[in-house]
T-cell receptor, first 111, second 111 residues
């Protein structure tokens, strides 16, 4: 089993739609969680960190469920510019400096 | 302030050749990592370092060597290139459990 798993999609949605991605992680001692965005095989860039209480940044909402070991990302009012691959990232439990990436979920927003 | 600089951006190697992918940072971050990204596989950790003089293996270390003699540089060496090493390689730097910053990637083809 992979340490971090995501549904690869693709998710094809119309502009203005709400779309949600889930990610599960296997290590219950994992400490930090992030969502990254990657465009067309360019370098990944941080979209948002994920906090235990949940957090929001404009149209984006991230949530963490430690009991079920999953992380979610909700995108409201999708824009064409949201088309990208979204990577779920988990920081390991020990002080090893290892960030573990999910395989990514591809989102295509259509006019 | 360049952040994370990877060179070269593109490279074609013949099977059996060796080469070094360079990664340099001017952010003074202690954690540096090398990932490879293949279609459908997400980013997989090759090697990482938690500081100068300290390196460790990631998920897919075979065929690669690293060293970390300074905080700034973390080169990745391919000892004898194989077609299976055709991939996109990303270097990432980070301080603690915070955002990771990536280089622009090296697109390597082994023929």
């Amino acid at each position: 089993r992979k340490e971090v798993e995501q549904d690869p999609g693709p998710f094809n949605v119309p502009e203005g739609a709400t779309v949600a991605f889930n990610c599960t992680y296997s290590n219950s001692a994992s400490q930090s969680f992030f969502w990254y965005r990657q465009d067309c095989r360019k370098e990944p860039k941080l979209l948002m960190s994920v906090y235990s209480s949940g957090n929001e940044d404009g149209r984006f909402t991230a949530q963490l469920n430690r009991a079920s070991q999953y992380i979610s990302l909700l995108i409201r009012d999708s824009k064409l510019s949201d088309s990208a691959t979204y990577l779920c990232v988990v920081y390991g439990s020990s002080n090893t400096g290892k960030l573990i990436f999910g395989q990514g979920t591809t989102l295509q927003v259509k006019p | 302030n360049a952040g994370v600089t990877q060179t070269p951006k593109f490279q074609v190697l013949k099977t059996g050749q060796s080469m070094t992918l360079q990664c340099a940072q001017d952010m003074n971050h202690e954690y540096m990592s090398w990932y490879r990204q293949d279609p459908g596989m997400g980013l997989r950790l090759i090697h990482y370092s938690v500081g100068a003089g300290i390196t460790d293996q990631g998920e897919v270390p075979n065929g690669y060597n690293v060293s970390r003699s300074t905080t700034e540089d973390f080169p990745l060496r391919l000892l004898s290139a194989a077609p299976s090493q055709t991939s996109v390689y990303f270097c990432a730097v980070r301080r603690g459990r915070t955002e990771a910053f990536f280089g622009q990637g090296t697109r390597l083809t082994v023929v």
